[in-house]
C-alpha cells in the first residue's frame, strides 16, 4: 500500500492541490528511554501543573486533569487498566477541547453533590463556577461568574487573586463545601461559608457569607512568619476588626496556593499553604473546636522527613494518583515562568504517597517527575528538529530546551533521540555534541540546513548568551545521505545580526528565490523579519529588507513566532508554517508565490476528536515547529514543541487532490554553483555521469529508487565547468551545466 501511495504521489509532482491543510493527534510513535517506552510520549510536558481527578469517560473511574499555569494548558489522562489489571494514566487529548477556557487556575469540586465534579476557575479578582452537566459525554454549563459572598459591604465577588489557589472544602463538616482564600492583601485567610444546607436543605447552592476576619486566629505577611492568637471575630459574619498586623499597613498582595485538610484524624481542619518568596510548605495545625478554627504553630518544613522544595513558589494539591482509593499529595511550582532559571522544570511533580487515611495523611516520597518521567520533557521551551543525523534514510529528532540546572550550572543542551524504525525513537544522547559541556548557553534552537553552499545540509542553532544572541553552525563534511561528520572545533559564528533578541526565531530560506539561502526571523513581538542575502551562497551577507513581512505586525497575544517551511501538499511549492505564544499554528501555502506585502494564511486545523470538527486546537505554549514523513504515507507530519518541555505530534492528513496536468520530467540538479557536492533529484531510474569540460566521463551512478537524491562529490576536482548526464531507457539524454566555485 505504501508503494502504492509513494507512486501516486510521485505522479502528481508539480500538480496543485486542494487548499486545507488537516492534522490529528496520533500515539503510534513511541520514544525509549533507559530501555523504558514511555506511554504518554507526546503528553507535552508540565511545568506548574495543577492536578485534580474527574470521571470523563463515565467508566466510574476517576481520571485525571491536569492545567499548567505556564502555558495555559489543560491536558487529560484517562485511568486505563493494563493486561495484568493494574491502573495506568494514559494521555488522552480528545477530552481536553470539552472544557471551557482556563485561565490561571482550576480545582474540580462535586459542590452539588450529584457524583460529577464542578469546575471552580478563575476570573477577573474572582470565582467562576462551571456545573459538570455531563450525560454520555462530558458537558459543563456556567452556573455563576462571580461567584458572590456576603461582606461588609454587602454582596461581592468572592475576591482570589489570579496568583492564587484557593481551598474549596467543607470547613464545617454540614456537608456543603465552603471556601477559604487568602484575603487582597495576601496576609489572612477569610472564611467563606457557604449557607446552602441552612438555607435550603440541600448542596445545590452557591450562598456565601464571610465570617469573621481571620480565619484560624494567625496573621503571616510572608512565609515563616506567621504570628497567632490573632482577634478574628470568630463566628461572626462579616464583624469584628481587621487586624493587618503590628503596624496596621496593609501590603500588596504577591501570592499563595492554599490547600485546607485535615493532616492528622482528629476531625479538624489543618492548612498547608506556599507563599511566592518561598521554596517549602508550611503546615498549620488546628487546635481549635468543630465550631472555630485556631491555629497554633507552624511547620515550616512539610512534610518531615523530606520536605517539599522548589526555588520558588510551590503549590500543593490532594488526590488519588495512584490508585489506592487514598489521596496522595503532589506538589509543584505555581509561578508562570521559570523565575531566574531556578527551577527544575524536569522535575516539577513531586508525589508523596499516602500510607495512612484521607483524613490522617501518613506520607512516603516517592518521586519528583510524577508523570514526567512518562512522557517527553526536557524541562522548557522545547525546540524540535527532525534531520538524518546517522544517515541511515528516517529522520531522527533533535530537541533543544531552554536549560537545565546541572553540575555546571545553568545552562541549555539538545537531546538527539535516534529513528528505530517500527514508530520508534530511542533516547541517543541528552547532550548532542557535548554542547551544555562546552558553552554556556540558553534557548537552544537546533537547525539542519546548507549553510555553505556545498549541498550538504549542515547542524546549526541559535542560543542566548551573556553577550546577546548567537547563531552557530558546523560545517558538515559528510556527503547527504551519510551520517553527520561534524566536529565542534569548527563551530562558525555568523556576524551579529542587529536586534536579535532572547525568543526570535530563525530561518534560513531562500525567500526571493533567487538561488541564495536569506534569513526570516520570527520576532518575540509576532513579526516577521527578512534579511535578504545581499552575499553569496559562501559568504552570505544578511540585509534587512522587511521588518513586518506579509504585513504581518506585532501581536503579543501570539507573538514568540517560530518559523518552518516546508511543502504540505505535494506540488513542490512550500508553505511557511509558524508557531505561537498562544498554543496554535498557521499555514500560509506557497510562501515565495505570495506578496511579501501582505501573506494570506491558508485554512488548517487539528481534528476535534470532540466535535469531530479541525480547529485551531490549542496545543501548549510558544509552540515550535519541525516537519517529516514518519510513518511512510508521504504525507508530511508535524512534531511540536511545547514551552513545557515536551511534544506533540500531528499526523498530517492532507488529502491530495489532482487539478493540474502531467508533471514536469526536468531533473532537478543544486547546488548549482557548489563547492563541495551536487545533487540530482529524479523522479525516474536513470544512469548519471559526471563529464569534464573535455568530455572526459569522471564519474558514473545509477539511482536505484525514485525520487532518490543521487550526488557526486567535486571537492578534489580544479574550479571550473563540469556536466551531468542523464541517460535513462525510453526518455532519451539530458545533459546540464554545472559551475564549481570552492
Known amino acids: ?227 497567632f492568637n490573632q482577634d478574628c471575630g470568630a463566628n461572626v459574619p462579616v464583624g469584628g476588626s481587621t487586624n493587618n498586623g503590628a503596624n496596621g499597613q496593609k501590603v500588596e498582595h504577591s501570592g499563595n496556593a492554599l490547600l485546607v485538610l485535615d493532616l492528622d484524624g482528629d476531625g479538624l481542619k489543618d492548612a498547608l499553604y506556599g507563599h511566592i518568596s518561598a521554596n517549602r510548605v508550611a503546615a498549620l495545625s488546628n487546635n481549635g473546636s468543630s465550631n472555630q478554627t485556631i491555629f497554633t504553630k507552624a511547620d515550616y518544613f512539610f512534610p518531615n522527613p523530606k520536605p517539599i522544595d522548589f526555588s520558588i513558589f510551590p503549590a500543593i494539591f490532594y488526590e488519588d494518583v495512584d490508585f489506592d482509593g487514598i489521596k496522595d499529595i503532589i506538589a509543584a511550582p505555581n509561578g508562570y515562568d521559570n523565575a531566574l532559571q531556578t527551577v527544575d522544570y524536569q522535575n516539577a511533580a513531586w508525589f508523596y504517597k499516602n500510607n495512612g487515611q484521607n483524613n490522617n495523611l501518613n506520607l512516603t516520597f516517592q518521586q519528583a517527575n510524577f508523570l514526567q518521567n512518562t512522557m ?32 555546571n550550572g545553568y545552562r541549555a543542551n539538545i537531546t538527539l533521540y535516534e529513528n528505530k ?155 511557511l508554517i509558524t508557531g505561537n505564544r498562544d498554543g496554535t499554528f498557521k499555514v500560509f501555502k506557497n510562501i515565495i508565490g505570495q506578496s511579501q506585502d501582505l501573506f494570506k494564511e491558508d485554512s488548517s486545523g487539528v481534528l476535534d476528536e470532540f466535535t469531530g470538527k479541525y480547529a485551531h486546537l490549542k496545543l501548549g505554549g510558544m509552540l515550535s515547529i519541525t516537519v517529516g514523513d514518519l510513518d511512510g504515507d508521504v504525507i508530511p507530519d508535524f512534531i511540536v514543541g511545547t514551552n513545557a518541555g515536551g511534544l506533540k505530534f500531528l499526523k498530517g492528513t492532507t488529502k491530495f487532490t489532482v487539478t493540474g496536468n502531467e508533471e514536469s520530467k526536468t531533473a532537478v540538479i543544486y547546488p548549482n554553483p557548489t563547492n563541495h557536492f551536487v545533487y540530482i533529484k529524479n523522479n525516474y531510474l536513470a544512469e548519471y555521469q559526471l563529464i569534464d569540460f573535455t568530455g572526459k566521463t569522471l564519474s558514473r551512478k545509477n539511482s536505484t529508487s525514485l525520487n532518490e537524491d543521487v550526488f557526486f562529490d567535486l571537492s578534489n576536482y580544479s574550479n571550473g565547468t563540469y556536466f551531468i548526464r542523464i541517460i535513462a531507457e525510453g526518455k532519451g539524454m539530458v545533459t546540464e551545466k554545472v559551475l564549481l566555485s570552492k
Open 1 to 227: 500500500m505504501k508503494k502504492l501511495i509513494l507512486l501516486l504521489f510521485l505522479s502528481n509532482l508539480g500538480k496543485s492541490f486542494a487548499q486545507n491543510f488537516t492534522f490529528q493527534y496520533n500515539n503510534s510513535f513511541k520514544i525509549v528511554q533507559n530501555g523504558q517506552s514511555l506511554p504518554n510520549t507526546f503528553a507535552g510536558g508540565l511545568n506548574a501543573p495543577q492536578f485534580s481527578t474527574c470521571n470523563l469517560d463515565n467508566d466510574g473511574v476517576e481520571d485525571l486533569v491536569i492545567f499548567d499555569r505556564t502555558s495555559s494548558k489543560l491536558s487529560t489522562f484517562l485511568a486505563k487498566k493494563d493486561n495484568t489489571g493494574k491502573y495506568y494514566w494514559q494521555y488522552a487529548p480528545e477530552y481536553e477541547t470539552a472544557f471551557p477556557a482556563i485561565q490561571h487556575w482550576i480545582l474540580l469540586v462535586d459542590y452539588d453533590s450529584d457524583g460529577k465534579k464542578d469546575i471552580f476557575t478563575y476570573t477577573p479578582a474572582g470565582i467562576k463556577v462551571y456545573r459538570n452537566v455531563s450525560t454520555d459525554k462530558i458537558a459543563w454549563e456556567l452556573i455563576t461568574d462571580p461567584l458572590y459572598s456576603t461582606g461588609y459591604s454587602g454582596k461581592i465577588n468572592l475576591y482570589t487573586a489570579s496568583t492564587d489557589i484557593p481551598a474549596i472544602v467543607d470547613i464545617d463538616n454540614d456537608g456543603d463545601y465552603d471556601i477559604v482564600a487568602f484575603d487582597s492583601s495576601g496576609n489572612f485567610l477569610l472564611f467563606h461559608k457557604n449557607f446552602s444546607q441552612e438555607n435550603y436543605k440541600d448542596n445545590n447552592h452557591l450562598e456565601f457569607k464571610r465570617i469573621g476576619d481571620c480565619w484560624g486566629n494567625f496573621f503571616k505577611e510572608h512565609f515563616d512568619d506567621a504570628r
Open 376 to 407: 517527553v520533557d526536557v524541562g522548557e521551551n522545547a525546540s524540535p528538529v527532525l534531520a538524518d543525523i546517522d544517515g541511515d534514510g528516517d529522520k531522527d529528532l533533535l530537541v533543544g530546551n531552554a536549560g537545565n540546572r546541572g553540575d
Open 421 to 575: 524504525g517500527n514508530n520508534t525513537f530511542e533516547l541517543k544522547t541528552t547532550d548532542f555534541l557535548d554542547l551544555s559541556k562546552s558553552q554556556q548557553l540558553f534557548e537552544i534552537k537546533p537547525f539542519v540546513t546548507d549553510m555553505n553552499g556545498d549541498g550538504t545540509d549542515d547542524f546549526g542553532f541559535t542560543a542566548n548568551t551573556f553577550n546577546g544572541m548567537t547563531i552557530q553552525y558546523i560545517p558538515n563534511k559528510a556527503a547527504r545521505n551519510q551520517a553527520f561528520s561534524l566536529k565542534l572545533s569548527e563551530i562558525v559564528s555568523l556576524p551579529k545580526i542587529n536586534n536579535l533578541s532572547n525568543g526570535d526565531s530563525p530561518l534560513f530560506f531562500d525567500l526571493d528565490n533567487d538561488g541564495k539561502k536569506d534569513l526570516l526571523i520570527g520576532k518575540g513581538s509576532g513579526r516577521i523579519e527578512f534579511h535578504k542575502n545581499t552575499g553569496s551562497s559562501t559568504s552570505p551577507i544578511y540585509t534587512l529588507t522587511k521588518e513586518e513581512l506579509g504585513g504581518l505586525t506585532s501581536d503579543y497575544l501570539s507573538g514568540n513566532v517560530s518559523l518552518t517551511v516546508a511543502d504540505l501538499n505535494g506540488d513542490g511549492k512550500a508553505e
